[in-house]
């Protein structure tokens, strides 16, 4: 089932949204939604087409890597930010105050556990803080990784572990549109909708609630057992403009027991009218395979 929170791309350093519920509660996709009246001049397959969805539907989801078809049960990696990289702006109008701080965050250690659920688990441990002030923005820190970390990885993992489609079982719509198939279906209260190409790569999917109407975008490398995610574009809008989220996302791999896993993310956009950019670094990764 595909679950995404569009409001957790948060970057560490005071970024701190109060992120919508929907799609079991915490999670950021996002779905491609056309108007009524587009609709009414779309051409629907035909009959025989139609009796054929379910098997298009196999065929597209066995063209994705599946962590989970290779038998992952966890991942285990500390995490480190790039911290220079993170306030390489603000450095420039106080370099030495920066690199006060940056000294102080390479202090900071993270650690994430990710299961076939999705959910990243963050531990860290915690530094002094001199002073109110620095205690304030210690907790920022610590809840932006979080959030940062649960964001993405909701996301890979909804590529990664499994197809961003949906089974087999669950009823869905499939047109034919151009030189693309567009599956429409009900994830809960939200109305999903994945555009992908004839070799069943996704070029957007959608995801509308009462809550907010998000967008991803996308793109994929191939590889011997099916395609890996290897980058992607979101938007967001919430209730108020201040919910506004963009994002753009790039993914470095490295092989752990075998399987894919991040090696390094850059993320970068804007949340509001605040622009951020992060780099994340994954070390010491372990994988537990059944």
Request: proline share 6%.
């Amino acid at each position: 089932m595909l679950s995404l929170n569009p409001n957790q791309p948060v970057v560490p350093y005071g970024l701190e949204p109060n992120m919508p519920k929907a799609l079991l509660g915490k999670r950021f996709l996002l779905r491609f939604l056309t108007t009524s009246a587009l609709a009414l001049v779309l051409p629907m397959l035909s009959p025989a087409q139609q009796a054929n969805k379910t098997e298009l539907l196999k065929k597209a989801r066995q063209s994705y890597y599946s962590l989970k078809d290779e038998g992952l049960t966890e991942f285990q990696c500390s995490m480190a930010p790039n911290w220079a990289f993170l306030l390489s702006e603000q450095r420039k109008a106080d370099p030495a105050g920066i690199d006060a701080a940056v000294q102080k965050l390479q202090a900071l250690h993270f650690d994430l556990a990710l299961g076939l659920d999705g959910n990243a688990k963050v531990t860290h441990n915690e530094i002094t803080a001199e002073n109110d002030q620095v205690a304030s923005g210690l907790k920022q820190v610590y809840s932006g990784m979080e959030q940062m970390a649960s964001g993405f990885f909701q996301i890979w993992s909804a590529y990664m572990i499994s197809p961003a489609l949906p089974e087999l079982t669950t009823p869905f719509q499939l047109e034919e549109v151009g030189s693309d198939y567009r599956i429409s279906y009900k994830d809960g209260t939200a109305d999903v909708t994945t555009t992908m190409s004839h070799d069943y790569a996704i070029s957007a999917q959608r995801i509308k609630t009462s809550e907010f109407d998000s967008t991803i975008k996308p793109q994929f490398q191939e590889s011997p057992k099916g395609l890996v995610l290897a980058s992607y574009q979101a938007s967001y809008r919430g209730a108020t403009p201040a919910d506004a989220t963009e994002l753009d996302v790039s993914i470095g791999y490295q092989q752990i027991n075998g399987l894919p896993f991040p090696q390094e993310i850059s993320l970068s956009g804007s949340y509001g009218s605040t622009p951020f950019k992060v780099k994340v670094n994954f070390t010491s990764c372990q994988a537990t395979k059944h």
